[in-house]
Structures are given as C-alpha cells and as structure tokens.
C-alpha cells in the first residue's frame, strides 16, 4: 500500500514538473537523413596501380591518395608485400597480405 502510494506521489511530482500540455509540444520539420559516403572524398576500395617491369610484376595500393601497400610479384618466386608504418617511416617487408600489427610510438622524452 505504501509502495502504490509512492508511486503516485512520484507521478504526481513528474506532472508538475514536466507539463504536457499540447501547448507545450513542438513539431519539428523532417530531418533529412545523413550524408552517405558517397557525398564525401573519401574513398572505400583502394585503387591499384599495376606496372609490369623486367623481371616483376608490381601492385600499388593507395588510399585517398596515400601509398600504404605494395606488392611485388618476382617471376618463378612467391609474392612479397612492403607496407608503410607511419607517414614518414620506411617500408617493412612481409610475407602475407595481412596487415601488419601496428605499435603505437611515442616519444617521451627528447635530450
């Protein structure tokens, strides 16, 4: 019986301080729906640029404009992968197509 009481008490409370009245509700005009990644620069699937040299057939994959991947296919040899760490950094070799695990580097301290 207290338990119902409360609860109306709590109710009644809630009415009074929030109204809702029809007065007080606002229509709000249709929202358009969100921009699709099609309306943007950026780009989904990387483009490949392949060059055919001598002895190799070479892949390059970029991403907005950003070389990130390359593979080397030698003749009579299995494919290799070079992958760019950072922006600045040099290319790491790779057996795999998978990416390789990224650590994170920070520079604490300088002397």
Do not use: C
Not at 19 to 41: C, G, H, M, N, V
């Amino acid at each position: 019986m207290i338990k119902n009481f409360l609860k109306a008490l709590f109710l009644a409370s809630i009415s009074l301080v929030f109204p809702l009245s029809a007065e007080d509700r606002q229509l709000f005009e249709e929202i358009p729906p969100p921009p699709t990644t099609y309306d943007s620069d950026y780009v989904l699937e990387p483009e490949v640029t392949i060059r055919k040299e001598e002895t190799q057939l070479i892949e390059e994959y970029r991403v907005n404009g950003q070389l990130y991947m390359v593979k080397v296919s030698p003749k009579n040899m299995p494919s290799y992968y070079l992958y760019k760490d950072d922006q600045g950094s040099d290319w790491t070799r790779h057996d795999s197509p998978e990416a390789p695990m990224i650590v994170p580097q920070w520079v604490l301290f300088t002397f």
